[in-house]
């Protein structure tokens, strides 16, 4: 059984952290055996800069986007189902299946080739492309790429969703799809439990990009609540273009003293920051999923999530984590000063995140997609 998988999200030499959640699992599946070949699909300046153009069976392609912005993406996964052909010529008969990462462009292209050919497809629907219905403020330019993702969901043998919720998005588009949800993982040889070193100060830590859908100034709202008697740390590690109005925010609130912004670290830093940490909070709106989530409880680390988010899916409020409704700083500074008062019920929390964590690895979620293609070969594990 042969797969070829597309995608646009793939760590670059220079953006080691961009995309890591396809590599993580793409790696676990070739660790069990699967004869998987990816084509992580860069724009030419991109491309010039990469000095490996393959790297085993990854191999990154030069194309580039048509229009600006996502307006483009239909059209996009036409052209590069071209560009894949031109690119692989013979070479794409020989796989058993085509599965594109995000809907538009992979997964259209990915949607393209298996008619054209014959092939099996899968597509894997991350979050915001389900539809791409956030993508445009406009009904008008966003139609043309919703109709293609209502196509691409309904010629797909198997759409999969990152979690439950993403699947029922997929099916508010495609009410025949056939979607499976493969929860993401987390990767234990880098995040794992440590003994904490002797603090004065109870640790934050948030892991997330400094956009909008993030509210991380939901987070800072909630520490200026809590009195300066409340000692506390909080790193925020991330990039993004609120990086300023955040700073600024936090200079407003007078918290500057208690919060301090990282911006972008390697994957060795923030594990070693979620190791030390005591909470773990990150108040985004809208996540499909949420890899750091994950990845601080198995550190050992609780979080504070929001509640009907993908990873809403795996947290048990009080037990195992904590949710609390979107926007709401009151209730973030209720629950971390509740963690501070109460360092047993946090110690018992912090082990329960620890056991659900080990229940979602990337080997786990290799070993769901692996029983989907061979679902579709008609193949067994032995064969």
Known sequence: MKILQIATLFPLPWLPQYGIFIKEQYDALTEMGCDVSLLAVVNSKTYNKIQDKQIGNVRYINFDNVLPGAFNLWISGFLLAKKIERELKDEIKLYDIIHGHETLPCGFAAAILSHKYHIKSVVSVHGLDAGFKLNTNSRILSFPNRQVCKWVYKKSNIVIGVSNRVCSETLQVEKNANVKTVYNGVNLENFFKKEKKVKNTFNIICVGNYIGLKRIEDLLESIA?????????????????LEKNLISLASRLNIEDRVLFRGYQPVSVIADAMQQADLFVLPSEYEAFGCVYVEAMACGVPVIACEGQGI??????????FLVPTRSPEKIAYYIKYAIDNPNKLSQVSNNALRTAQEYTWKKSASDLFKIYLSLTGLNDNE
């Open 225 to 241: 609540i809590l009195p300066n008697s409340v000692k506390i740390h909080c790193e925020i590690f991330g990039k993004g273009y």
């Open 312 to 321: 809403s899916e795996l947290i048990q409020d009080g037990k195992n984590g």
